[in-house]
């Protein structure tokens, strides 16, 4: 491993080879647009997540403030896996593959 990683770093020192584009690319620097963008998503991301949790607790507090819903326990992430989905043939074969 360590031999094959030398010389590709090898290889991406020269700028005629073509590792060397790959790795620039890979590991180059970044333009302040491409910068913006990154921590855009993830801003973007972090606040869609915290509203999910803001509506989840909501509605899991809503259903059990009702005094019929006092013993409700809601559907955990660990819950999901039970549900069944049906798979065409192709895809079928394809996770039996895997």
Do not use: C
């Amino acid at each position: 491993e360590e031999t094959i990683v030398d010389m590709i770093q090898e290889a991406a020192d020269d700028p005629r080879n073509t590792w060397s584009r790959i790795i620039s690319g890979v590991i180059g620097p970044r333009t302040s647009k491409e910068y913006i963008s990154a921590v855009s998503a993830i801003i973007r991301h972090r606040w869609e997540s915290r509203g999910l949790r803001k509506a989840r607790y909501f509605w899991k507090k809503a259903a059990k403030k009702n005094p019929n819903n006092v013993d409700l326990v809601t559907p955990s992430a660990s819950d999901l896996s039970e549900f069944v989905e049906v798979l065409s043939p192709e895809r079928q074969r394809a996770v039996e593959e895997l």
